[in-house]
């Protein structure tokens, strides 16, 4: 461990903020990054940055990635030894009309943070990646050796893209980096644009909610206090060189409950915390969606002790009791 500010990048966003809240709680100190953009509601990004700053180890900075000259001066002026970047722009359907955003905030973005490293002796980056790189893969559970060639989105090409420009600075310049590759990650604090989310929001208003492959889905949904712990424990397990990734000190992990839940059971969990049935619209499938993700985590069990242990039930609940509270409903 280390006193020196580990760089969190999305940290008013879900998963950059409840990492940055538990390495805090850890005692290290963070500096987190946003652009604060308007894709899902500010206030919820500004709320939860509220939260961080309570915490007089957190130093917050309002930048936006893709502009290189400020990423560049941020990297000189800190020479943070650990990176965890999970600033991006997310979303799949979003990504079908708006690929300019995925271009400036996961190319652009991703490649000014690679740069950043590179020139200031970073000793570890960990970034964020997608189960959406495995694409239309059938094979279950997804495994990390397996093909990810196919994207049915662009979002998840961005993605893959990120797997590849990291491995490429990884060989270059000895970068050591790590790839998470994130399954339907939930919880409190949550993004408004996810299923579980989208349909207390529409439970709540009385509206339809909308069931893509007529409710025939399966997610590999997986709690956050699971997967900060697993993020907290990899930023010091630096890559060693690793044969099967041409001997550069790079790695790609999934990071996933390893136990898909059918959608249907997801919405009856949530129709039962909000005391409310939900009215259902059942559609059709949605193009760049997938019908089942499910995480194979043998690796990442071996390497960090993972043991994701958050079931569904538990999950929905500690959602719905945020939510209630934070939305006064
Ligand atoms: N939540 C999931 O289930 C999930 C699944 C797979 C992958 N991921 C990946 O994990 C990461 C975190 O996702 P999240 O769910 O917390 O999303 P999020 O949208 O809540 O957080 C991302 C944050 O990044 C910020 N951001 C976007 N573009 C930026 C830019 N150019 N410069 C600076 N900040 C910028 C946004 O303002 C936002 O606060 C992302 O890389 C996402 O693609 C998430």
Same mark, same amino acid.
């Given at each position: 461990m280390t006193d020196q500010a580990i760089l969190v990048t999305g940290a008013a966003g879900f998963i950059g903020f409840h990492v940055a809240r538990q390495l805090l709680a850890e005692g290290r100190p963070v500096v987190g990054l946003d652009s604060l953009n308007s894709y899902?509601?500010?206030?919820?990004?500004?709320?939860?940055?509220?939260?961080?700053?309570?915490?007089?180890?957190?130093?917050?900075?309002?930048?936006?990635?893709?502009?290189?000259?400020?990423?560049?001066?941020?990297?000189?002026?800190?020479?943070?030894?650990?990176?965890?970047?999970?600033?991006a722009q997310a979303g799949v359907r979003h990504s079908i009309d708006h690929p300019q955003a995925y271009a400036d905030s996961n190319l652009q973005a991703f490649l000014n943070v690679l740069e950043g490293c590179r020139h200031n002796s970073c000793r570890h980056l960990v970034y964020a990646s997608s189960s959406s790189v495995y694409g239309a893969n059938t094979k279950l559970p997804f495994a990390v050796a397996d093909r990810t060639d196919h994207p049915v989105s662009f979002y998840a090409a961005t993605k893959k893209a990120n797997e590849l420009m990291a491995q490429s600075y990884s060989h270059l310049y000895r970068l050591p980096v790590t790839g998470l590759r994130f399954f339907t990650i939930y919880g409190p604090w949550g993004r408004p644009d996810m299923a579980l989310f989208l349909f207390a929001d529409a439970i709540m208003a009385r509206r339809p909610i909308r069931l893509f492959n007529h409710g025939k889905m399966r997610r590999d949904f997986t709690y956050i206090d699971d997967v900060t712990r697993v993020v907290s424990t990899l930023?010091?397990? !630096?890559?060693?060189?690793?044969?099967?990734?041409?001997? /550069? *000190? =790079?790695?790609?992990?999934? &990071? %996933?409950? @390893?136990?898909?839940?059918?959608?249907?059971?997801?919405?009856?969990?949530?129709?039962?915390?909000?005391?409310?049935?939900?009215?259902?619209?059942?559609?059709?499938?949605?193009?760049?969606?997938?019908?089942?993700?499910?995480?194979? !985590?043998?690796?990442?069990?071996?390497?960090?002790?993972? /043991? *994701? =242990?958050?079931?569904?039930? &538990? %999950?929905? @609940?500690?959602?719905?009791?945020?939510?209630?509270?934070?939305?006064?409903?």
């Amino acid at each position: 461990m280390t006193d020196q500010a580990i760089l969190v990048t999305g940290a008013a966003g879900f998963i950059g903020f409840h990492v940055a809240r538990q390495l805090l709680a850890e005692g290290r100190p963070v500096v987190g990054l946003d652009s604060l953009n308007s894709y899902y509601d500010p206030a919820l990004k500004q709320a939860r940055l509220q939260r961080l700053a309570a915490d007089s180890r957190f130093t917050f900075v309002q930048a936006d990635l893709a502009d290189r000259e400020t990423v560049a001066a941020l990297f000189a002026r800190h020479r943070f030894a650990s990176v965890v970047h999970l600033a991006a722009q997310a979303g799949v359907r979003h990504s079908i009309d708006h690929p300019q955003a995925y271009a400036d905030s996961n190319l652009q973005a991703f490649l000014n943070v690679l740069e950043g490293c590179r020139h200031n002796s970073c000793r570890h980056l960990v970034y964020a990646s997608s189960s959406s790189v495995y694409g239309a893969n059938t094979k279950l559970p997804f495994a990390v050796a397996d093909r990810t060639d196919h994207p049915v989105s662009f979002y998840a090409a961005t993605k893959k893209a990120n797997e590849l420009m990291a491995q490429s600075y990884s060989h270059l310049y000895r970068l050591p980096v790590t790839g998470l590759r994130f399954f339907t990650i939930y919880g409190p604090w949550g993004r408004p644009d996810m299923a579980l989310f989208l349909f207390a929001d529409a439970i709540m208003a009385r509206r339809p909610i909308r069931l893509f492959n007529h409710g025939k889905m399966r997610r590999d949904f997986t709690y956050i206090d699971d997967v900060t712990r697993v993020v907290s424990t990899l930023i010091d397990l !630096v890559p060693a060189d690793n044969p099967s990734a041409a001997n /550069a *000190p =790079s790695r790609v992990y999934n &990071v %996933g409950n @390893h136990r898909p839940e059918e959608l249907t059971h997801v919405v009856a969990l949530l129709e039962r915390e909000l005391g409310r049935t939900a009215v259902k619209e059942l559609l059709p499938m949605q193009p760049g969606d997938v019908v089942e993700t499910f995480a194979d !985590v043998e690796d990442l069990m071996r390497d960090t002790g993972f /043991a *994701p =242990s958050t079931p569904i039930d &538990v %999950g929905v @609940h500690n959602f719905v009791t945020w939510y209630r509270d934070y939305f006064e409903v």
